[in-house]
Nanobody, 122 residues
Framework: QVQLVESGGGLVQAGGSLRLSCAAS??????VAWFRQAPGKEREFVAA????????GFADSVKGRFTISRDNAKNTVYLQMNSLKPEDTAVYYC?????????????????WGQGTQVTVSS
């Protein structure tokens, strides 16, 4: 059974940090990404990691503030979020696919976690 389980969300003040975790199981994933969705907005790409660790990608809005990494032994991908802003408030989702190539749109990822809420207060 394929599972992606996110954790680590919460309430933080602007300028603070949070680390989200995505534990993957059930099959081999080659690309893992984080998306977020704020109330009334479309789900948007945040960051992605090629499971080999050779490449990563970030949305312009989070470059320089967020990093993405993985622990192969734990089959877990992390999203470290620093210098958080109120506009980062959203439900954050982990998504995965079993290919390296493809776009970074929600439709390109068949597997999803349940989401974790991140709230940044001003």
């Amino acid at each position: 059974q394929v599972q992606l389980v996110e954790s680590g969300g919460g309430l933080v003040q602007a300028g603070g940090s949070l680390r989200l975790s995505c534990a993957a199981s059930g099959r081999t994933f080659y690309t893992v990404a984080w998306f977020r969705q704020a109330p009334g907005k479309e789900r948007e790409f945040v960051a992605a990691l090629n499971w080999s660790g050779a490449s990563t990608g970030f949305a312009d809005s989070v470059k320089g503030r967020f990093t993405i990494s993985r622990d192969n032994a734990k089959n877990t991908v992390y999203l470290q979020m620093n210098s958080l802003k109120p506009e980062d408030t959203a439900v954050y989702y982990c998504a995965a696919r079993s290919t390296y190539s493809g776009s970074f749109t929600p439709m390109a990822f068949p597997y999803w976690g349940q989401g974790t809420q991140v709230t940044v207060s001003s």
